[in-house]
């Protein structure tokens, strides 16, 4: 189904949030990408991009104090370096936490991380050696968020790029759950009651959101979007009706290029454009934890590219005054407090003098 335009209400103006709780220090050539806080939020894991070194480094930080350690993957699996030790490899990425309500698993990750001859596995930080070693790219990890035992991920393994599903509490080859032809499946998200699993296809004719309704059931996939533009990163709302958010990139008119537009569909199939012009982030629309509203960066570099919260019903765009200039990636958490944090990758707070690597900076966020 074709997306409709949504009207937008005007622009509101917020209230200047509080200052940052929490900053990471300065990387010089590392850009910050992809936070995400551990359920419960007392950690941020984020990403430094090198670009001239062609290496991506994940972080963890204690959000109480204490410097952020880095994510390595050497002889013997993922951690913090005081745990397994040895230099990292030139990428070390898409770190998934497991649910907040696990046992066996609680406060433990996986991550995708690049192995001495080149090639792409899982990590997990609680198993030393790679989860489901095969040749090929394995990627994309998606812990379900109600059953520890189930991790979905992207694998070339079967020469086209594949969805499989890893069930922890059976031994044994993941199984694959995808074969669609011609299409290479990305961006795999989980349903808050852990039942579905929404993806993108990568095809010749277009990147569009599809959907397996009941993964244990092994149904069939099925197309949720219909459009010659390019669709990525679904996420679903943790709370109400079951609703996704997803970017969508509209082909702009002769050199100019493309736009990305927020939209919002059902599993129904019925599509909505609420904002457009916003900047993509690496995890995919944050949804606030009841279900209300999507926090997202809007393109518009006059204000130095502004977070804002977008109602999801009637996509009225509230500008938040975060005080941070130059934003990309961002990341919502919620502390076993009840507070919910903003953690987003910028250049710099208003007042900073020198602004050229983005870092993370978090910062408490009314509801």
Same mark, same amino acid.
């Given at each position: 189904?074709?997306?409709? @335009? ?14 940052? @709780? ?21 950690? $941020?894991?984020?990403? $430094?991009?090198?670009?001239? =070194? ?5 972080? $963890? ?21 005081? %745990? ?19 046992? @066996? ?13 080149? +090639? ?10 790679? /989860? ?21 991920? @992207? ?11 890893? !069930? ?35 095809? !010749? ?5 599809? /959907?397996?309704?009941?993964?244990? *059931? ?5 197309? $949720? ?29 002769? %050199? *100019?290029?493309?736009?990305? !537009? ?18 993509? =982030? ?22 130095? !590219?502004?977070? %804002? ?11 938040? +005054? ?19 944090? /903003? ?16 870092? %993370? ?7």
């Amino acid at each position: 189904m074709a997306p409709t @335009s949504f009207v937008l209400l005007g622009a509101l103006a917020a209230p200047a949030l509080a200052g940052p @709780s929490w900053v990471a220090p300065r990387r010089t050539g590392g850009h910050c990408m992809a936070p995400s806080f551990e359920p419960g939020a007392e950690r $941020l894991a984020y990403a $430094l991009n090198f670009h001239e =070194d062609r290496r991506v480094e994940t972080l $963890l930080a204690r959000l109480a104090g204490g410097e952020p350690e880095s994510v390595h993957v050497g002889p013997g699996g993922a951690g913090a370096p005081a %745990a397994f030790g040895s230099a990292g490899p030139a990428v070390v990425h898409g770190l998934t936490w497991a649910p907040g309500q696990a046992l @066996s698993f609680r406060g433990h990750y996986v991550v995708s991380a690049t192995g001495p001859g080149g +090639e792409v596995d899982l990590y997990s930080s609680q198993v030393r050696d790679p /989860l489901v070693p095969a040749p090929g790219h394995d990627g994309d990890p998606s812990w379900n968020p109600v059953d520890e035992s189930l991790l979905v991920f @992207s694998s070339a393994r079967s020469g086209e790029g594949d969805l499989y599903l890893v !069930d922890f509490s059976q031994p044994g080859d993941p199984t694959r759950l995808t074969s669609i032809d011609g299409s290479s499946e990305v961006d795999a998200a989980w349903s808050p009651d852990g039942r579905s699993v929404a993806f993108v296809a990568h095809t !010749d004719a277009g990147d569009n959101v599809w /959907l397996m309704d009941d993964v244990r *059931a092994a149904s069939p996939p099925r197309r $949720l979007t219909a459009d010659t533009a390019t669709q990525v990163r679904p996420t679903w709302a943790p709370a109400g009706p079951a609703r996704l958010a997803f970017y969508q990139y509209t082909p702009g008119s002769g %050199a *100019a290029l493309d736009r990305v !537009d927020l939209m919002v569909a059902t599993p129904q199939g019925g599509v909505r454009k609420l904002v457009e012009g916003v900047v993509p =982030d690496a995890h995919g629309p944050a949804w606030t934890p009841d279900g209300q509203h999507l926090v997202v960066v809007l393109q518009d570099s006059s204000a130095f !590219d502004p977070v %804002a919260r977008v109602e999801a019903r009637s996509g009225s765009v509230e500008r938040l +005054e975060t005080g941070t200039v130059g934003n990309r990636d961002l990341a919502l958490g919620y502390t076993r407090a009840g507070t919910l944090l /903003l953690a987003v990758c910028a250049q710099g707070e208003t007042g900073d003098t020198q602004r050229d690597f983005r870092r %993370a900076i978090v910062m408490p966020l009314p509801e």
